[in-house]
Nanobody
């Protein structure tokens, strides 16, 4: 059974930092691309950052220079380091693992940034 479990969300003041983790099980983690997405109620889910199997990274313009995605294949975990957080970063953050036609999602973790 495939599971992706996010953790590390919470409440932080503007300018603060959080580190999200995405722990995977049931897949050969290193062969999957990993993405972090976020969604605000009433809006479409948006890609925040992704990382390929070769650790090539891609970021949304809104988070470039503030967020860093990484992966630890030995421990089947991906991370999203979020610095200089802004109130507009408030959302539910979910991780996604994809390979060919296979796509798996975690349940999400809430990030709230107060002004």
């Amino acid at each position: 059974q495939v599971q992706l479990v996010e953790s590390g969300g919470g409440l932080v003041q503007a300018g603060g930092s959080l580190r999200l983790s995405c722990a995977a099980s049931g897949i050969t983690f290193g062969s999957f691309a990993i993405g972090w997405y976020r969604q605000v109620p009433g809006k479409q889910r948006e890609l925040v950052a992704d990382i390929s199997t070769g650790s090539r990274t891609n970021y949304a313009d809104s988070v470039k220079g503030r967020f860093t995605i990484s992966r630890d294949n030995a421990n089947n975990t991906a991370f999203l380091q979020m610095n200089s957080l802004r109130p507009e970063d408030t959302a539910v953050y979910s991780c996604n693992a994809r390979k060919w036609d296979y796509t798996y999602w975690g349940q999400g973790t809430q990030v709230t940034v107060s002004s």
